[in-house]
């Protein structure tokens, strides 16, 4: 065979010149375009391709797709690709990576099939060493802020003490606010710093307040001294013994009248929890968030503790540290709060944090100010990851953001083959009666929710369900809205998919429909337990359900002094009635349910208002309303269920 120039090989082959230099280079056959190739060189080189196999109408893909990769394994040009996503509702340019899913639907439309290649062990080994933390030596480790989680019953002052903490001790100027999620802020008190998680009160988010157990190096738990000992605070007793960490209880509200912090001891003797005024090892210290009363001495105790625990870390070495909670936001996009246990995190470090990656854009801090490093024991918010983590995720700093996206892809493609076993399609309603013939043994269900912490409770409370007949398998969950992605996961994996104060996107409702995948929405996460339960032992009773009559944008919004909030909207589908309830959606998120307080016609006031026509809404008792906002418009209606 005679000998060939490598730019000449590369036209024959179909490839461009320099992704032929490169896989020649990983063969360890170093050459220019203009070289020559000759004997056992040129035909190793005439073996490469970057076709697919013959694996008749499959593609087989290995690590990041691009909409450049697609285009060139099905022969397209790239601009049709980018059109058929865009029709799809995704974005994307010729040289961004897109997910599996969405790859696989582009080439089904094509009569080719998507799939990973076959996992290298070897491989996925040298990768896993990447995440693996050196040992720290005595002589690198450095004192470290305390980590401190505040814990306890719903109601009992969680939230006030933690205010009352930063309005006395915090800089001035500091972020505050605590939500439903997690959050995470810092006080300075005698020049030393604490930082403070605060996790939620509601039984239902018992996984959230276990994750943030998981990451605190003491637990503040608080007790109402006019209330005692409640189920959750009884919760909270036992998260933190699993934990391990030590505990200080907070007696709050002693300025009540019918406070009585004997009473409170009394009960946590009897959960075995003996304070040291009663000879215990534990301590108490009675506060008033109200009054502001015994704050100070409360940051004393944890400072105490802190010092008896000889808290320590390195904090010069690569980063590493636990995801706290994630969110996906319309113009940040995914951001996660994380917290460094070790190393210092900077600017423009590549991290991977299980199935995501990427590299820090921005750090925003307890306070609101962008940063440009973390060190040990320090919350902030980072930018830059190529989706959203799962709460309680550890992230790692890697040496390269290609190493990051590697693991990524290995952990998501071992994921995806645990979840991608059944074909058959399942809803609730025929639920019971397969499981009587025998043909479902697993109910799959995929999970969205508003944000990360939420999934988990969900995916816990719903996962508590299995029995002997049906085990029940969250087999995704995420935050954001429900995408053609989660249904095509549902399609091929016989799924239900629950949303929780999250809608579909219109692309994947209409698949949904196609596809005969059940979504099933909630805004009270006990309701779908309640629908799983009763479907799982056949009691699909009567129940009542809401049947959308329309939707409407709100294009003006009018302040009216004696009135509140009007909104000027336009009817964009069926019909909005003066007796509807109304759902207002912003950014595919739930933020509010209510009734119609007034539907108006100009200056009439209508019963009804049809598609294609303007009106004037105001909502019951709710003005926080805004341009784009959509009203969706459904009355409740008694439907029988049927097996």
Known sequence: MSKTRVYQIAEEINMSTEDLIEKLAELEIMVGKDDYLEGEELELALELTDEPKDMGNKIEVNGSITVKDIAERLDKPATEIIMKLMKMGTMASINQEISFEIASLIVNEYGFELIHSAIDEEEAKEIEKLLEIEEDSEENLKPRPPVVTVMGHVDHGKTSLLDAIRSTNVISGEAGGITQHIGASEVVTNGQKIVFLDTPGHEAFTSMRARGA????????????????????????????????????????????????????????????????????????????????????????????????????????????????????????????????????????????????????AMINSKGKRVKTAG???????????????????????????AARNIAEKRRQLARDEQMKATQRLSLEDLFEQMNSGSVKDLNIVVKADVQGSVQAVKQSLEKLSNEEVQVRVIHGGAGAITESDVLLAEASNAIIIGFNVRPVPGAEMMAKKENVDIRTYTIIYKAIEDVTQAMTGMLDPEYVDEETGKAEIREIYKISGVGTVCGCYVTEGKIFRNCKVRIVR?????????????????????????????????????????GDIMEAYITKEVKRTL
Request: hydrophobic share 40%; proline share 5%.
């Open 214 to 361: 998981q990451v605190t190096d003491i637990a503040i738990l608080v007790v109402a001294a006019d209330d005692g000992i409640m189920p959750q605070t009884i919760e909270a007793i036992n998260h933190t013994k699993a934990a391990g960490v030590p505990m200080i209880v907070a007696i709050n509200k002693i300025d009540k009248p019918g406070a009585n912090q004997d009473k409170v001891k009394q009960e946590l003797a009897d959960q075995g929890l003996l304070v040291e005024d009663w000879g215990g090892d534990v301590i108490s210290v009675p506060v008033s968030a109200k009054k502001k009363e015994g704050i100070d001495t409360l940051l004393e105790m944890i400072l105490l503790v802190a010092e008896v625990e000889e808290l320590k870390a390195n904090p010069d070495k690569r980063a590493v540290g636990t995801v706290i909670e994630a969110e996906l936001d319309k113009g940040r996009g995914p951001v996660a709060t994380v917290l460094v246990q070790g190393g210092t995190l900077s600017v423009g470090d590549p991290i991977v944090a299980g199935v995501a990656s990427g590299k820090v854009r």
């Open 587 to 627: 950014d595919s998120i739930i933020i509010h349910e209510g009734e119609i307080a007034a539907l108006k016609r100009f200056k009439d006031d209508v019963k009804e208002v049809n598609n294609g026509y303007e009106c004037g809404i105001s909502i019951v008792n709710y003005n926080d309303l805004k341009e």
């Open 376 to 402: 040990p024991s320090t919350a902030v918010e980072i930018l830059g990851l190529s989706e959203v983590p799962e709460g309680g995720d550890q992230f790692v700093e890697v040496p390269t953001e290609k």
